[in-house]
């Protein structure tokens, strides 16, 4: 579990290719001494957040869900308004979604994912290939796979949080706020961190009558409401 040979991560800047002014603090997880774990524990929760039930978040796996999300509901949107349905788009993205989430909220929202797994998808752990990292439903059936239940991957993010250490200039420093770009267990985290409210925009939406299509992917968001 615990490699001696590994290290904490050195930070680096990655410079975005739309802005060449502005960076990524890239946080590479490669050497860590709990790398293992880790890599095991982010497919598994990956696989649980792809699983969410309909209606508890705008999350997207894969871009190519993008198209399928959006035909979806035009359709459920003609069926409810009629053929003379029009659409309003708002397009942007969710700032600073690593770097500043709260630590206590990623916390809260990973047990709120993992309830919604257990209740909606009727989900109680997952098999993951150590090599491939191949996942599947239900108990591991063969060498080589890890049986991760829904209560580790829990445990495992709260410990990450609070042991973020990195390397900064021969110190030894803590990251207090958001999950590190370069980890396996941060998608997973920054993900779900933002589905409670999208849960409560749906509802609030569906209560107001008028059909919507809700896609993120990432901190790529797109909201269309239909009138």
Same mark, same amino acid.
């Given at each position: 579990?615990?490699?001696?040979?590994?290290?904490? %991560?050195? /930070?680096?800047?990655? %410079? @975005?290719? @739309?802005?060449?002014?502005?960076g990524?603090?890239?946080? $590479?997880?490669?050497?860590?001494?709990?790398?293992?774990?880790?890599?095991?524990?982010?497919?598994?929760?990956?696989?649980?957040?792809?699983?969410? /039930?309909?209606?508890?978040?705008?999350?997207?796996? &894969?871009?190519?869900d993008?198209?399928?999300?959006?035909?979806?509901?035009?359709?459920?949107?003609?069926?409810?308004?009629g053929?003379?349905?029009?659409?309003?788009?708002?397009?942007?993205?969710?700032?600073?979604?690593?770097?500043? =989430?709260?630590?206590?909220?990623?916390?809260?929202?990973?047990?709120?994912? =993992?309830?919604?797994? @257990?209740?909606?998808? #009727?989900? @109680?752990?997952?098999?993951?290939?150590?090599?491939? &990292?191949?996942?599947?439903?239900?108990?591991?059936?063969?060498?080589?796979?890890?049986?991760?239940? =829904?209560?580790r991957?829990?445990?495992?993010?709260? +410990?990450?949080?609070?042991?973020?250490?990195?390397?900064?200039?021969?110190?030894?420093? #803590?990251?207090?706020?958001?999950?590190p770009? *370069?980890?396996?267990?941060? %998608? %997973?985290k920054?993900?779900v961190t933002?589905s $409670? /409210?999208?849960?409560?925009?749906?509802?609030?939406?569906? &209560?107001?009558?008028? $059909?919507?299509?809700?896609? &993120?992917?990432?901190?790529?968001?797109?909201? +269309?409401? *239909?009138?």
């Open positions: 579990v615990w490699d001696d040979r590994g290290s904490f %991560p050195v /930070p680096y800047v990655l %410079p @975005k290719s @739309k802005n060449l002014a502005k990524r603090p890239i946080v $590479p997880y490669t050497l860590h001494y709990l790398r293992r774990v880790y890599r095991v524990i982010g497919a598994a929760h990956s696989f649980a957040v792809a699983r969410l /039930p309909e209606g508890a978040s705008f999350n997207i796996m &894969r871009t190519s993008f198209a399928m999300r959006v035909q979806q509901g035009v359709q459920e949107g003609k069926k409810q308004i053929e003379g349905l029009a659409w309003k788009c708002t397009m942007g993205d969710v700032s600073n979604m690593y770097t500043e =989430l709260d630590h206590r909220a990623i916390d809260a929202a990973v047990i709120w994912g =993992l309830d919604q797994n @257990k209740h909606g998808a #009727r989900l @109680k752990s997952v098999a993951v290939d150590r090599r491939s &990292r191949a996942t599947h439903k239900g108990r591991a059936w063969g060498l080589g796979f890890s049986d991760v239940a =829904l209560e991957i829990a445990e495992v993010s709260e +410990f990450d949080n609070q042991f973020m250490f990195v390397w900064i200039k021969g110190c030894l420093a #803590r990251q207090v706020h958001g999950c770009m *370069g980890s396996n267990l941060s %998608p %997973p920054a993900m933002c $409670p /409210p999208e849960e409560e925009w749906i509802q609030t939406a569906t &209560r107001a009558g008028l $059909p919507f299509i809700c896609v &993120r992917y990432m901190d790529d968001v797109a909201v +269309f409401v *239909g009138f």
